[in-house]
T-cell receptor, first 115, second 114 residues
């Protein structure tokens, strides 16, 4: 099993550009999440999804959009990139939340720099 | 608001010694899991140990154990027989709610010295 796959691993964007961070999981997990990690900080939730066609905002959603057309994929879209979006982005998935085994699988992260 | 507080930005331990990392949290939920994650320089988030809030028995995983005090909302991690490979950032986290969202602390950087 590949687990959670994130692409790209690194990216440099210019201010005002747009990009999509890809996230794919092959574990048939219902729940998927996007987090960002700023230097020296913990992870903060951007968006999450509890199943295909269902998405909701997390703690820091401004400047981002997501979609969940399939169980496997949960792309994160950055529109009009700003320096404040320089961060490491993690995608994660979980089988069924609290009533599952409480386990999460994380991707390896995408380091994004906006200049 | 649900929060996690890790009051020790950095800790240091000598190889083979024991170290305890502190974590307190705040939630109005009664059903949740608590986690400790390790993040080495590779950035990968590695699950160290997990505790179910409704279980009174403290979780253990080899050299890693927790002291879970539900009433005090405290969840500390003890690392015994520390090894050089334990050096990393350690994050305390918990999840609640139907969407099982994780809330993280700001982390503790652990150094292991010879």
């Amino acid at each position: 099993n590949a687990g959670v796959t994130q692409t790209p691993k690194f990216r440099i964007l210019k201010i005002g550009q747009s990009m999509t961070l890809q996230c794919t999981q092959d574990m048939n997990h219902n729940y998927m999440y996007w987090y960002r990690q700023d230097p020296g900080m913990g992870l903060k939730l951007i968006y999450y999804s509890v199943g295909a066609g269902i998405t909701d905002k997390g703690e820091v959603p401004n400047g981002y959009n997501v979609s969940r057309s399939t169980t496997e994929d949960f792309p994160l879209r950055l529109e009009l990139a700003a320096p404040s979006q320089t961060s490491v982005y993690f995608c994660a998935s979980s089988y069924s939340g609290l009533r599952g085994n409480g386990g999460y699988t994380f991707g390896s992260g995408t380091r994004l720099t906006v200049v | 608001a649900q929060t996690v507080t890790q009051s020790q930005p950095e800790m240091s331990v000598q190889e083979a010694e024991t170290v305890t990392l502190s974590c307190t949290y705040d939630t109005s939920e009664s059903d949740y899991y608590l986690f400790w994650y390790k993040q080495p320089p590779s950035r990968q988030m590695i699950l160290v140990i997990r505790q179910e809030a409704y279980k009174q028995q403290n979780a253990t995983e080899n050299r890693f154990s927790v002291n879970f005090q539900k009433a005090a909302k405290s969840f500390s991690l003890k690392i015994s027989d520390s090894q050089l490979g334990d050096a990393a950032m350690y994050f305390c986290a918990f999840n609640t709610g139907t969407a099982s969202k994780l809330t993280f602390g700001t982390g503790t950087r652990l150094q292991v010295t010879l």
